[in-house]
């Protein structure tokens, strides 16, 4: 999170966070906060930086009730999807939040951001158990699953959107929590695994795609996994070069996730039109209505921590952490 000095955007100083929000101050919470020595850009972000979160939420794993991450915007939902793929058997809320504008700014949304987070990172039902062991992302008022989110906006306070599943929570007078879509966790030990495989590529489809643009993406050394994102029900052109250069990339062990280009809702339908019959028929796995994001997170996690091939293209179309819906 960035407050302004001297015309500039600079990471925030949270090592008293109540100098910051005092409004936390009234909260029955006690909060603790940690910061990494160099703070970067959301649009940096990479694996590793991911690994650097979970290993150090995971450190402190039995200490706390609940985390929550302050990053940017732009990849928010990227490290939320990958963060659920790293904690197995999670039974604690790891929330995401951050703001559109700076802290400093008068009208900036961050400090309701960041305490309707903190309060849902605390809160608990009448089992005493949290009422979100999941990881979401908490932002303008409500809550997503962060696996299925995206960045929708960048200059509206509204800035994530789930159209394929719904809110997790709405934040009025009360929170308001949708118990039925939360997921339930388990009584197994919570899991890291932090093993993420870079080597995959996003491929997306136009009208007059240039053949070479598909051979070279296909033909990067070192290739393990492409996310397709295709037309509608997951429909793609038929040429015949098309098809030719996908099932060369499939014999030779790459996996091909089909997912649809409809950022507010739908899913990959393989099958009901004739030109996704022919993706399936050749290998490509259908994604359904799992989104970019989650996709590009999941394909990293499975190449990273599965070594069976049969395996990792079943897992892709099993839903692991909610991540999505399964026809």
Not at 74 to 97: C, G, V
Not at 219 to 247: P, R
Not at 258 to 271: A, L
Not at 291 to 313: C, D, F, P, W
């Amino acid at each position: 999170m960035m407050r302004n000095s001297e015309g500039t955007l600079i990471p925030v100083d949270f090592g008293n966070i109540y100098d910051q929000i005092p409004r936390l101050a009234a909260y029955d919470i006690e909060i603790e906060t940690s910061a990494f020595e160099n703070p970067i850009d959301s649009s940096d972000m990479n694996p590793s930086d991911w690994k650097r979160i979970a290993e150090e939420i995971y450190q402190q794993f039995d200490a706390y009730d609940g985390f929550v991450v302050l990053h940017g915007t732009d990849t928010m939902a990227y490290t939320a999807s990958a963060l659920s793929f790293m904690f197995e058997n999670l039974s604690k809320p790891i929330i995401l939040t951050g703001s559109q504008l700076p802290l400093d700014v008068p009208r900036t949304d961050g400090r309701r951001n960041i305490i309707n987070s903190v309060e849902i990172a605390a809160a608990c039902n009448s089992e005493g158990l949290p009422m979100i062991p999941e990881v979401a992302i908490c932002f303008e008022s409500k809550l997503y699953r962060g696996n299925r989110s995206y960045k929708n906006n960048a200059e509206g306070f509204n800035a994530f959107s789930s159209p394929n599943y719904p809110l997790l929570a709405q934040v009025g007078v009360n929170i308001k929590y949708n118990k039925e879509f939360i997921y339930k966790s388990n009584k197994e030990k919570t899991k890291l695994s932090t093993q993420m495989d870079p080597n995959i590529a996003v491929l997306k489809l136009h009208p007059g795609i240039n053949p070479r643009v598909v051979e070279s993406v296909l033909g990067i050394e070192g290739l393990k996994g492409v996310v397709l994102e295709t037309y509608g029900a997951g429909n793609s052109c038929k040429s015949e070069w098309f098809l030719h250069l996908l099932s060369n990339a499939v014999r030779q062990g790459v996996h091909v996730l089909n997912v649809t280009q409809c950022k507010e809702g739908g899913s990959v339908s393989e099958g009901k039109y004739e030109s996704s019959r022919l993706l399936g028929k050749i290998g490509v796995i259908s994604g359904y209505d799992i989104n970019t994001e989650s996709a590009v997170a999941k394909m990293m996690y499975l190449l990273g921590t599965v070594r069976q091939h049969e395996k990792i293209k079943s897992l892709l179309s099993t839903p692991l952490r909610g991540e999505m819906t399964v026809d």
